[in-house]
């Protein structure tokens, strides 16, 4: 099992600017995650980084009028995953609303055809005739599937943000904040974000030749597409940092006031969120497993249909589908998740034996749920770990995520180098990967990635580390406090929630919903009593009666319960002292 040290992050110096802004607490919780004044926090949309040094913004502009003029026929080609239907969403929606007649999608099936634009997918495009095929969050790796197309005499625009490898597809326009030579500062924007600057240029650009004047039609105001933009960011854990802020913020102002697209506020209605209370983790936790359980068990062109109708009752029904897609996923998870815990019974008993990275595969398992499996195992056990399931014709898939310290894609990279002929193909970003192999050479695979983790990693890198902002006073722990710090956002990936911690008596603990364990925590310095929940608590150690006194990690909440609002500890890691 994984250590684990709790720290506190550094003290920030109480001279800046932030500290005669806003509250003392906030203040030094902006402050310890580098923003000097309430300006770098990113909110204003004026202050949105513009599109000058995005490299292959002017082309990919240039074509796509075009394609509006001649009114071609233009193809989205799509990922399964929330970012891949939020993406597919914004180009759609805007390209029609910019007066593009005969504009479609085509996401590829992840069990019939895997991830990108393939020469496969590319051949199933032809039955539509397109005349330009348009890549979002995905394409940077399609060599031979740009090929294909061009073989066709098809254009191909690449938007994506994905890591380049050493090739680059010969595509007539490519966008992707990484790949060389690009000058655009945010290099953290996803996939969304990418096609949404592209629409916001050709938008630009269509304005200034006149074409709504012509067509009599009014420019459309793209800001209507941000909250697919935020829940596309929110979903594909990007770094916030102060561009993908202003996108996240933004796109929950319009949710919250209810100008959202039917879909998105149908997603919220099922999961039992109230949107005039979202905030960002309610897109990473309610919305978006909703969305990618479509593409991970069936087809995400339902989740897309969900996004791009207008109509509120279609949305409503897709959206009850959707749904019932996330509880099938669910059940499948946890078995799987059952089966890993199984798998590494043996090396969790012998902590020298353990891999550094962790490799697991079972020829039972679903290769929609693969990614997650490996998500919640590498939240378990503090090390990479990549999760395989069968694929095709004697390969297997496998779905990859790393710890801080250990560039999961390049770790690939330097084991395919090593193994020629080793991996079939791979690619990703620093912290989640893909990859396939033949099953023969699964063993082979294994341990030369537990051999690269070890190059990279040392033990200490396999302890982890809870950085949280220190303690609250019990006058802190207030109703007030955890709505400013709601407020405070958004909050995520490198711009983390607010987390706190302090000893406090246990006076009562309870399992319930089968899982979580219900405590009614004190403060032993004021007396003061406040609820607490951890959810999914280990069973095998709570409740525990002989416990009296406790160390927890915990955020602030409030509870709302047949009227009441009480504070609330929601509590991430709690340890018995």
């Not at 405070?488 to 319930?512: N, S, T, Y």
């Not at 607490?532 to 160390?551: K, M, T, Y």
Request: aromatic fraction near 6%.
């Amino acid at each position: 099992m994984k250590q684990l040290t709790i720290c506190q992050r550094s003290t920030p110096a109480t001279n800046l600017p932030l500290f005669n802004q806003v509250n003392p607490v906030l203040a030094r919780i902006y402050a310890s995650r580098g923003l000097h004044d309430l300006n770098d926090l990113g909110r204003n949309l004026k202050a949105l980084l513009p599109d000058d040094d995005m490299r292959g913004v002017d082309t990919a502009v240039e074509r796509l009028v075009k394609a509006v003029r001649l009114q071609e026929r233009v193809l989205i080609v799509g990922d399964f995953d929330c970012d891949g239907a939020t993406s597919t969403s914004v180009a759609i929606l805007a390209l029609r609303q910019m007066g593009l007649h005969h504009v479609d999608y085509l996401v590829p099936n992840r069990f019939d055809y895997g991830y990108g634009l393939s020469p496969e997918i590319v051949d199933v495009a032809l039955a539509r005739q397109p005349q330009l095929l348009i890549t979002v969050d995905n394409g940077i790796s399609s060599i031979s599937g740009v090929k294909r197309a061009a073989e066709h005499g098809i254009d191909v625009i690449v938007t994506d943000h994905h890591l380049p490898g050493s090739e680059l597809p010969e595509a007539c326009a490519i966008v992707n904040p990484n790949q060389p030579e690009c000058g655009f500062a945010a290099k953290s924007t996803c996939g969304v974000g990418v096609i949404f600057y592209v629409m916001i240029a050709l938008r630009r650009a269509l304005q200034q030749s006149g074409w709504f004047e012509q067509q009599r039609i009014a420019p459309p105001n793209l800001a209507e597409l941000l909250d697919l933009v935020a829940l596309g960011t929110v979903a594909d854990v990007v770094p916030l940092e102060q561009n993908n802020r202003i996108l996240v913020h933004q796109g929950l102002q319009r949710i919250r006031a209810g100008r959202a697209r039917p879909g998105i506020l149908a997603l919220l209605e099922v999961a039992g969120r109230q949107r005039h209370k979202l905030v960002a983790s309610d897109l990473g936790f309610a919305v978006a497993p909703r969305l990618n359980a479509a593409g991970r068990l069936e087809d995400i062109s339902i989740g897309i249909e969900c996004l791009i109708t207008d109509d509120a009752d279609q949305a409503r029904q897709l959206a009850s589908t959707l749904d019932q897609l996330n509880r099938e996923r669910r059940g499948i998870e946890e078995e799987m998740q059952h089966q890993a815990l199984d798998l590494l019974g043996g090396l969790q008993l012998e902590a020298q034996s353990m891999p550094y990275g962790v490799c697991l595969y079972d020829e039972t398992w679903h290769q929609g749920v693969i990614g997650i499996l490996a998500s919640r195992i590498k939240e378990r056990m503090h090390r990479p770990v990549i999760a395989f399931a069968p694929g095709d014709e004697g390969e297997i898939k496998g779905s990859a995520r790393s710890i801080a310290g250990f560039h999961v894609r390049d770790g690939l990279d330097a084991i395919a180098a090593a193994n020629p002929g080793l991996l079939s193909k791979f690619g990703g970003h620093a912290m989640a990967a893909g990859l396939t192999l033949k099953a023969g050479d699964y063993q082979q695979f294994a341990d030369a990635f537990d051999r690269e983790v070890r190059r990279q990693l040392s033990e200490s890198d396999l302890q982890e580390t809870v950085l949280t902002d220190g303690a609250l006073t019990a006058g802190e722990i207030s109703i007030e406090m955890a709505e400013m710090l709601r407020e405070a956002g958004p909050w995520g990936h490198q711009f983390p929630e607010p987390l706190f911690d302090g000893e406090f008596a246990l006076l009562q603990q309870r399992i319930v919903g089968q899982k979580h364990l219900k405590m009614v925590l004190m403060d032993p310095a004021s007396g003061l009593a406040v609820d607490g929940i951890h959810f999914n608590a280990d069973l095998e150690q709570w409740p525990n009666d002989s416990v009296a006194r406790v160390r927890a990690v915990y955020r602030l909440d409030i509870n709302e319960f047949r009227g009441q609002r009480n504070v609330q500890l929601m509590v991430d890691q709690l340890l018995p002292m």
